[in-house]
């Protein structure tokens, strides 16, 4: 968007006034950087975002009165409900002008979303211990990305072929041919939409072509459409 120039007469002094503005930024336009938070449910314009789409910090989501829109933030695990108002993304959590927010904290691997996990890189990994009495599975790196949700959601960007295999128990393996009627968005294959889910503690490496990734299942993950920032695999 240009720069506007505002030209005022003044009749004092016979000059003119140049007041240059800046102009605000719109619901079209986001911050710069890399994605803060992930667009889990949206009902209304929500100015143009969609399910799944990933939102940067200083972005400027505008509402209609009953427009609602549902954030999982990546960093702080805060899953905020708004309706109505103006939204202003941040980096852990949104401000909301003439609006209502309704937060909560669900459990997420914030560190991992983030982009610190590993995947395999050789079978002479070295691994550390990943708790009291646990140890990692064969082939699975000294960091896991957790999920606690039993029907992960795979960014996968495009139809290929993705494959799961079970790191801590011998047999379990599967070959998903992804198509374009079974990727949400296009780009992202949900395990809860496909009725399929892991078992709860299991260990399993996700490929996709030439990338891996290794995530581990919580104990105590839950079944079904959980929240997408407690489940979600992006492959890097």
Do not use: N, W
Request: hydrophobic share 40%; net charge positive; charged share 20%.
């Amino acid at each position: 968007m240009a720069t506007r120039l505002f030209l005022t007469a003044s009749a004092t002094f016979g000059l003119l006034a140049i007041v240059i503005t800046a102009p605000l930024p719109t619901a079209a336009q986001s911050g710069t950087g890399v994605p803060v938070a992930v667009v889990e449910e949206v009902t209304g314009k929500a100015s143009g975002l969609e399910f799944m789409d990933y939102v940067e910090a200083g972005r400027v989501i505008k509402l209609g009165a009953k427009d609602t829109i549902v954030l999982g933030y990546l960093k702080s695990c805060l899953r905020e409900t708004i309706t109505g108002g103006t939204v202003v993304v941040g980096a852990e959590q949104s401000k909301v002008h003439l609006g209502t927010i309704d937060s909560a904290k669900v459990p997420c691997d914030a560190t991992a979303q983030l982009g610190e996990r590993q995947g395999i890189e050789s079978a002479a990994t070295v691994f550390r211990s990943m708790g009291p009495g646990q140890t990692p599975a064969a082939g699975e790196p000294a960091r896991t990305l957790i999920l606690y949700g039993r029907s992960p959601v795979f960014e996968v960007k495009e139809p290929d072929t993705l494959t799961i295999e079970r790191l801590d128990k011998a047999g379990e393996k599967q070959a998903i041919t992804l198509r374009g009627k079974s990727l949400v968005r296009g780009r992202f294959y949900d395990l809860a939409k496909a009725d399929k889910m892991l078992a709860a503690g299991g260990s399993y490496v996700a490929t996709l072509g030439s990338r891996k990734v290794v995530f581990r299942i919580s104990p105590d993950a839950k079944t079904g459409a959980t929240p997408v920032v407690g489940r979600l695999v992006r492959f890097e």
